[in-house]
């Protein structure tokens, strides 16, 4: 069920839709003041519009507090929380340092996005129908049951470019996303959006963030940033519920990505070597 089916103002539904709620689930497991931040509104306002979508979406719907969520129709306590995580499969990125921050590597059962500069090593992380394909998406996951990794590359082309309904384009990412999520979550597959960068405007100067807009930021689970630091490539990781915000650098080699000590140690072995040769010619001459 739509939150356009909501008896609230049109001025709440449409800020609802801007800000990425398209369904009444979607808003089962958000707080009152996480609502209203998103909104602009006051907790208040966000409080009421929680209750109707609660008695919309049933008896089993409750606004969630510390104690249990609603996952569908069955509560989930915390403990049931924990021990999800704590069992949750992982997927490695071939980079031990970028594994490291992940918690072990790219979550399943979650959505991830990962954006960056042209030529950061998006595509090596990874790879006109892309609504149609995601659609596709469930039918063809559950014929092939060893498919435990989906990546969408990038998720950003078909909507940067001559898409001037912004409402239309709200719309039809926000319910991408949900389709993911319920997929990352029905089938315990690892999702990775990979995602553009832009300019925006902010503090008196133009600094780069990631295509889409605030309210797409809202449609993950977690957010890594790709940038360059010097020549060296850095992974940072911008938002999670349930990771610290920590940084890594990686590599791109013929072989994908892979840890940058490892090219480190391999110079200095490299230099190693040359001494220990330049040494014996030294020694052979004298």
Known sequence: MEVSSLPISASHRAKLISAGYISI?????????????????????????????????????????????????????????????????????SCADLDDIL???????????????PGIGKTQLGYTEQIAVINYLEKFISEHKDIKVVIVDSITFHFRQDFDDMALRTRLLGGMALKLMKLA?????????????????????FQLTLALGDSWSHACTNRIILYWNGNGRYAHIDKSPSIRSASAPYAVTGRGIRNLASNCKRVKLILRARLAHDEHICRSLI
């Open 25 to 93: 689930s979607s808003l089962s497991s958000i707080s009152p003041a996480h609502l209203a931040r998103d909104l602009g509104i006051s907790e208040n306002e966000a409080t009421g519009i929680l209750k109707v979508a609660s008695q919309r979406g049933g008896p089993e719907r409750t606004i969630p507090s510390h104690h249990s969520i609603v996952d569908g129709l069955r509560a989930q306590t915390a403990w049931d929380m924990l021990h999800e995580e704590e069992s949750c499969r992982r997927i490695t990125t």
């Open 103 to 117: 918690g072990g590597g790219i979550s399943c059962k979650e959505v991830t996005e990962i954006g960056g500069v």
């Open 185 to 205: 979550k029905k089938f315990t597959l690892a999702v990775i959006l990979l995602n553009q960068v832009t300019t925006k405007y902010s503090g008196g100067s």
